[in-house]
């Protein structure tokens, strides 16, 4: 599986973005996925989780009301939107798909970055 990131940019901060991923493959609609971040200097930190199906999410504390993950499996594809953007949320986005563990997953995308100004 292969997966694409996009979708982020520079924005102000109370600024909205959506990210995409998109998955290559027949096997999407079988895979949990999910976004992490990684901000510069730190350690990449999840963000959000949505189970196969897309009925299942699970939020970090720091997203939840703000942020908020859906998928289209006839699409291949999953979404974060992002509102209500802060400083702090100046970030590598990752996309994951295939969860392996507690937080760990079999397949990665590359980053697409967020960046939001004060």
């Known amino acids: 599986v292969q997966l694409q990131a996009s979708g982020g940019g520079l924005v102000q901060a109370g600024g909205s973005l959506k990210l995409s991923c998109e998955a290559s493959?027949?096997?999407?609609?079988?895979?949990?996925m999910a976004w992490f971040r990684q901000a510069p200097g730190k350690d990449r930190e999840f963000v959000v989780s949505?189970?196969?199906?897309?009925?299942?999410?699970g939020y970090a504390d720091s997203v939840k009301g703000r942020f908020t993950i859906s998928r289209d499996n006839a699409k291949n594809t999953m979404y974060l939107q992002v509102n209500s953007l802060k400083p702090e949320d100046t970030a590598d986005y990752y996309c994951a798909a295939q969860r392996i563990g507690i937080l760990k997953y079999k397949f990665w995308g590359q980053g697409t970055l967020v960046t939001v100004s004060s």
């Open positions: 949505i189970s196969s199906s897309g009925v299942t999410t």
């Open positions: 493959g027949h096997t999407f609609s079988t895979y949990d």
